[in-house]
């Protein structure tokens, strides 16, 4: 585990208003009590390869690190400073317990991860608004609905059917979106308007999704498919031998 505690993303990626840390560390000490040896501050593929822990005589792996990175929401303007992912806030409000944040936070998204963000920046101090940007209604976020409803307790500020086009003097400029015909999956279409919004953003944070570690797979020699997601055999064995994913 690259961290330095045990836990990661039960730690690190799930705010402590949702899971105490001491639910995680009960687990981990049950764990640790069956006789698992835990090593932490190893990163696999950068401090220790797979081929490096065979020679140390390990059998079988078993590879379960997620999808660790963060994906930026694709608009002009992202680079700045004020600018990070999800993942990345959340890992620094878990492992610091608070972030460094003031005036309003603008977050990207609608699904549960976005829902997370949202509301544990409206923890943080300093921070005055935190809205919510969503193409759609709320009818149609990804988001399981008691998650929704969580954050709208806790003080998120909805804007719906907004679409970001780019991040500019301290805003967020957004062209606003309609509904449109139902699609085959049942979820309404949306279609552009020739109207913008600009909302206050001093701080945003791109909640659209995870990125799979293609990047560590392909260095330990594990093929992947057209989307970067490792291949794996009925077993969920991977093109290595005795390395399951």
Known sequence: EKNERAGGMLEYGIPSFKLEKSVVQAEIDIIKEMGVEIKTGVEVGKDVTIDELRKQGYKAF??????????KAGIPGEDAANVMTAVEFLREVNAKESFPIEGDVV?????????????????????????????????YMPADEHELVLAVE????????????????????????????LDASGRAGIVETDETVAVPADRVIAAVGEKVPTDFYEANGLQVDDRGRVKVSPTLESSVENVYV
């Open 154 to 181: 806790d003080g998120v500020e909805f804007r719906e059917l907004l679409a970001p086009e780019k991040l500019e003097n301290g805003q967020l400029i957004c062209r606003v979106m309609k509904l449109g015909e």
């Open 62 to 71: 078993y590879v379960a690190i997620g999808c660790q990175g963060g994906r």
């Open 107 to 139: 977050v990207i998204g609608g699904g549960n991860t976005a829902m997370d963000t949202a509301r544990a920046a409206k923890r943080c101090d300093g921070v005055e608004h935190v809205y919510l940007v969503y193409r759609r209604t709320k009818r």
